[in-house]
């Protein structure tokens, strides 16, 4: 039989390619301006739409979900093609695909910047994105598993085996966390509360760096590095236990981000043990990479595509050797809500994913538009500026975390703190402008290389669909050698996918189901009572101003934290929390027992003028909470919804629900106007001030007098 004659869909990849420039850009340009925004507050332009806690999480989104997302699938329908001997299942569905992505990020930016937020970090996008998410990534599946079926080559290259890991696990997390009960269009409360929220979000956000920010570029890694450097992997037997192994392995390391904190030991202590023993697949994949360019160094040292391979790999062995380390109680103690944590993850992010995407974009495009690179000049000054700005972004934050931990921690002889947490904040703000300057070079290398590969495109021709040909498979002969074992998977897509989902469910399975199943795990507390109205619209405008992003809310059983910050906090204290809000750093103190500590004048004065109550402040003022007016309207509802959680509030409680607001706040008002305050008892401030006071005080805590904090 001839070989049939098709065509590869460039026209895909090409739009992906721009998406993922495109979003690149705009999302390390936010990066940019919040990294000096810690340094210099004014840059919060006192509104609402620019501060710190509204602009991180689209940071995170655009460099996660927009620019990482877009490269990806980029790469994805690249290879799939190429390695299958294939056109796409479908074109129309490649379309759906890529502008579904596009309006997702869009609608991503615009409703985090407007403040709708379900406050969980990675996964702060409300519940209508959350199902249009699942739409298009069930639409990207479909592509992609029709793809395989109809493929001409009749052995699944490993990329591919990652690409399928990729979208089972990330499928399964998202789903999972996303449990949330609507109250309105724009606002849910996840159905998880406290310890279980917790469990559940850490699981889906240390994953989501797994299998969104790791398994896809490592199926990058294995087509693109053997590509670029014309020679076969180094290990076929290596690509298989570093495939498997790091799917199963994977999955069981969410614990290790809440370590010390209120969730279950037993819980804690298998985050650690999986946490190590990702250290074999991760380095075994790394070296696999590595090895790959054994004896093709003179290439390297001429290649700019290879010179950001080798530095993405090499950054990828030191995060996923770190990770594990940071997972180790004795070393949790000394980085957890320190900047050592912010470096940690980019030395991942720039170094493994934005060097890969660049080296896979100066692979690919010349090769589609049927030309050479523009400039591997301009791309060698790419490498050079971008490694320099990852090195000066990185090392001030490690002396910064070190320096915050030791700060915290440090006593005088006569057993008082001796610092105040402001004084840790100020010291380590030269180390911010440094990490500013860092991101701004990495930016520029990222401008460099949009100009580049533009400059690429004009002087070649685009090839819309590619020629290609290949003989059917039905066509082909069987192997008359003897196949090797995980031939018999690999050649089975279907089997791969089901069971891909077992060894990526088990790990959850094992961690999240007895937490709901064994009462223990999260004891009641009788104290502990649900937040009044006027306290859950406070909480739901601290979430919406994401002011997680700077506090947590957990005290770990620490000398240092006890005198700062009061008693230790235990499981039973979170049991209304819908979503949690232990945090991940502290940018600002632990905020779970402020209440009763200052005066309502004091939190009034604070959020209107940081630095007129903490000279020195890195906070944001928040001058509009001030003048807006607290929607009381849907107050009944989120009353409702809560109860649907199991929230005790009495029947009927929606119904008077906003009467006892009123008077809540007239007492708020009232206290204010004694300290020559006059504002309205309808202003956001007083649902805000109302929040705050209540943190902690169901539980009577002693802060040790040593404290003397200030915020």
């Known amino acids: 039989m001839q070989a049939e004659k098709f065509y590869y869909d460039n026209r895909i990849v090409k739009q992906f390619g721009i998406a993922t420039l495109f979003w690149g850009i705009v999302g390390m340009l936010v990066g940019v301006i919040i990294a000096f925004q810690l340094a210099f507050p004014a840059l919060n332009f006192g509104i609402p739409y620019t501060t710190f806690g509204r602009l991180r999480p689209v940071h995170t989104n655009a460099v996660i979900f927009a620019f990482v997302g877009n490269a990806v699938f980029a790469g994805a329908y690249y290879i799939l093609q190429r390695v299958l001997k294939t056109r796409l299942f479908n074109d129309t569905l490649s379309k759906i695909h890529l502008w579904g992505w596009q309006l997702i990020i869009v609608l991503g930016a615009v409703s985090l910047l407007a403040g709708y937020t379900t406050g969980k970090e990675y996964a702060e996008l409300e519940w209508p994105i959350d199902i249009l998410i699942t739409l298009i990534w069930v639409v990207f599946g479909v592509n992609m598993f029709g793809t395989i079926l109809k493929r001409r080559e009749r052995h699944l290259y490993v990329a591919i085996w990652f690409f399928i890991g990729t979208w089972v696990a990330v499928a399964l997390l998202h789903i999972v966390n996303s449990f949330e009960l609507p109250v309105t269009l724009f606002k849910s409360y996840s159905i998880y509360a406290g310890v279980q929220d917790a469990l559940v979000q850490w699981w889906y956000g240390h994953n989501a760096v797994a299998f969104f920010l790791t398994t896809p570029f490592l199926g990058l890694m294995y087509y693109f590095v053997p590509k670029a450097a014309d020679r076969p992997i180094y290990s076929y037997r290596w690509s298989i236990i570093h495939f498997w192994a790091l799917i199963f392995i994977y999955i069981w390391a969410g614990p290790h981000h809440l370590l010390y904190t209120a969730l279950p030991e037993w819980a804690q202590a298998l985050g650690t043990v999986f946490s190590i023993m990702l250290i074999l697949p991760s380095w075994g994949g790394m070296l696999n990479g590595l090895f790959t360019l054994r004896g093709a160094w003179d290439k390297v040292r001429e290649d700019p595509i290879l010179k950001m391979f080798v530095v993405a790999l090499t950054c990828y062995g030191m995060a996923t050797f770190e990770g594990p380390m940071l997972s180790l109680k004795s070393v949790n103690a000394i980085s957890h809500y320190t900047d050592w944590t912010v470096a940690h993850v980019h030395i991942g992010a720039l170094g493994f994913n934005g060097f890969m995407v660049f080296g896979m974009l100066y692979y690919m495009v010349p090769r589609m538009w049927n030309t050479t690179l523009y400039s591997r000049k301009m791309a060698n000054m790419h490498f050079v500026i971008g490694t320099i700005g990852i090195l000066i972004y990185a090392i001030p934050l490690y002396w910064a975390g070190f320096a915050q931990s030791i700060m915290w921690k440090k006593f005088t002889e006569s057993g008082q703190l001796q610092y105040q947490f402001l004084e840790t904040v100020t010291h380590v703000i030269p180390m911010y402008v440094a990490r500013g300057i860092g991101g701004t070079l990495y930016l520029v290398g990222a401008v460099l290389a949009v100009y580049n590969i533009s400059k690429t495109m004009k002087q070649g021709a685009f090839i819309n669909n590619e ?103 235990k499981a039973g204290e979170f049991v209304y929390d819908h979503p949690f809000q232990w945090g991940s750093k502290r940018t600002g103190p632990d905020l779970q027992r402020v209440g009763g500590k200052y005066p309502d004048s004091w939190h009034y004065r604070h959020m209107n003028d940081p630095e007129e109550i903490s000279q020195g402040s890195i906070m944001p003022a928040y001058p509009w909470l001030l003048t807006a007016d607290l929607n009381t309207k849907t107050t009944p509802a989120k009353i409702r919804a809560m109860q649907q959680l199991g929230v005790p509030y009495p029947k009927g409680y929606d119904k008077v629900a906003n009467e006892e607001l009123r008077k809540q706040a007239e007492g708020i008002a009232a206290n204010l106007a004694k300290d020559k305050i006059k504002v309205s008892s309808e202003k956001e401030i007083i649902a805000v001030i109302a929040y705050l006071q209540r943190l902690g005080v169901d539980i009577k805590h002693s802060p040790k007098p040593s404290s003397n904090e200030v915020h």
Not at 539 to 550: A, F, L, N, S, W
């Open 467 to 569: 020629a290609a040909e290949a003989l059917p498979l039905s066509a082909q002969p069987m192997p008359v050698v003897k196949m090797h074992w995980h031939s018999v998977i690999e050649r089975r897509p279907v089997r791969m996918l089901v069971m891909s989902l077992i060894v990526v469910a088990i790990g959850g399975a094992v961690e999240i189901i007895p937490t709901f199943l064994i009462e223990n795990n999260v004891p009641t507390i009788e104290a502990v009572k649900p937040y009044t109205p006027l306290e859950l619209q406070g909480r739901d405008i601290y979430v919406r101003e994401g002011c997680y992003t700077c506090h947590s809310q957990m005290i770990r059983p620490f000398r240092d934290e006890e005198a700062r910050y009061g008693e230790y906090s």
